[in-house]
């Protein structure tokens, strides 16, 4: 079994050689052996010893804590505990960065092909990146709703069709108005725009956004804050009060 003086174990484990002193003088790492000539000899076990509590003060616990831990009929349970409240606090921390990252990404990539841009624009984007996500989530709820509505038009067309039976499809044309007012009016109470021109966010009358052009991210419409009429950029806006 290999063996490992003081210098050794010290520049495995990343410490210094008073480090595993003062580990030794406490009582929480005691080597295994002595040499002829009355060197210190450390163990694999009190290698893997040292790695846990070099792995434990990592996690910011004191001396005396670890020295308790180690005491216990069954330390490995309580550092396995430790081990999986660090893996959920770094699997956090890193969501986190890449939230941050992705966040830094579409500010990057909107500030793109702008010849000059402002604290307002900057504005305009950030409002954007935070709500795109419910945005996205409820043009998705939309779409699978719709799809029975679909399918029922479908159904009642060849129906018609194959049976010459023409009720099916006036139901179609009923439950299809019926999706689509309530749609509409579900998705215009959750969306509101930015004018290009004064920056302020803003909800249109219904009749208006239902009918203005638009594409998949903007709509043509006049601001109430300033008058301005133009393509306006959607964004969440929450539920309408």
């Known amino acids: 079994m290999s063996t490992y003086t003081t210098g050794e174990i010290a520049k495995r484990c990343g410490v210094t050689v008073r480090t595993v002193q003062y580990y030794d003088a406490r009582g929480i790492l005691v080597p295994s052996g002595l040499?002829?000539?009355?060197?210190?000899?450390?163990?694999?076990?009190?290698?893997?010893?040292?790695?846990?509590?070099?792995?434990?003060?990592?996690?910011?616990?004191?001396?005396?804590?670890?020295?308790?831990?180690?005491?216990?009929?069954?330390?490995?349970?309580?550092?396995?505990?430790?081990?999986?409240?660090?893996?959920?606090?770094?699997s956090e921390e890193i969501s986190q960065k890449q939230e941050t990252l992705e966040k830094l990404r579409e500010l990057k990539n909107g500030l793109k092909g702008r010849a000059a841009f402002s604290l307002e624009s900057i504005g305009d984007i950030a409002i954007l990146m935070e709500g795109r996500k419910k945005l996205k989530s409820m043009r998705w709820m939309m779409i699978l709703t719709g799809i029975p509505v679909t399918a029922l038009q479908w159904f009642s067309i060849i129906f018609w069709i194959v049976k010459g039976v023409w009720w099916p499809f006036i139901v179609w044309v009923l439950a299809a108005a019926v999706w689509g007012t309530l749609?509409?009016?579900?998705?215009?109470?959750?969306?509101?725009?930015?004018?290009?021109?004064?920056?302020?966010?803003?909800?249109?009358?219904?009749?208006?956004?239902?009918?203005?052009?638009?594409?998949?991210?903007?709509?043509?419409?006049?601001?109430?804050?300033?008058?301005?009429?133009g393509f306006c950029v959607e964004i969440w806006g929450g539920d309408r009060a």
Not at 64 to 79: C, G, M, N, R
Not at 191 to 202: G, S, T
Request: charged content about 30%; hydrophobic content about 35%.
């Open 35 to 90: 040499s002829e000539g009355g060197r210190r000899l450390y163990s694999e076990d009190d290698m893997k010893r040292m790695k846990i509590i070099c792995f434990l003060r990592e996690l910011d616990l004191s001396i005396d804590t670890i020295a308790q831990i180690l005491q216990e009929e069954h330390p490995e349970k309580v550092v396995s505990l430790l081990i999986e409240q660090q893996e959920k606090a770094l």
């Open 183 to 229: 749609v509409s009016r579900y998705y215009f109470r959750h969306v509101a725009y930015i004018c290009p021109e004064c920056h302020e966010v803003f909800r249109p009358a219904l009749k208006e956004a239902f009918w203005a052009n638009h594409t998949p991210t903007t709509r043509k419409l006049t601001c109430t804050a300033c008058g301005h009429r």
